[in-house]
């Protein structure tokens, strides 16, 4: 875990694993910054979806949970829910198991 600075901020905590970096429950001011809530938004119900990223995708999870598993390592994840603001970098496959359904607020740089 790490002290963000730069783009993410003066104080917020920011966790860092496998590439993904984690901001928990960022203050209304600093969304509001980023302009999320006029980013597009999208959803998935629970289940197990295999993903490869083409772009840096960094999104605001307004509800939901998930658990990412890195590709080829079971046993090597991150967690992220609701209230997160996650960055996943260009290029990651990963497996999320989503428990809780998500609904977030997205944007991809390219």
Do not use: N
């Not at 600093?30 to 295999?50: E, Q």
């Not at 046993?75 to 989503?98: H, N, R």
């Amino acid at each position: 875990m790490a002290q963000g600075k730069g783009d993410w901020g003066d104080s917020e905590i920011v966790e860092e694993r496998f590439g993904v970096r984690i901001e928990r429950h960022p203050s209304q001011s600093r969304l509001s910054d980023l302009g999320i809530r006029s980013w597009p938004k999208w959803g998935c119900p629970p289940g197990k979806f295999p993903l490869k990223f083409e772009a840096e995708e960094t999104f605001y999870l307004v509800r939901g949970k998930v658990r990412a598993y890195m590709k080829g390592s079971p046993d090597q994840y991150v967690e992220f829910g609701a209230g997160d603001l996650v960055v996943i970098p260009k290029g990651m496959s990963c497996t999320w198991d989503v428990s809780v359904a998500i609904d977030k607020h997205y944007k991809f740089e390219y």
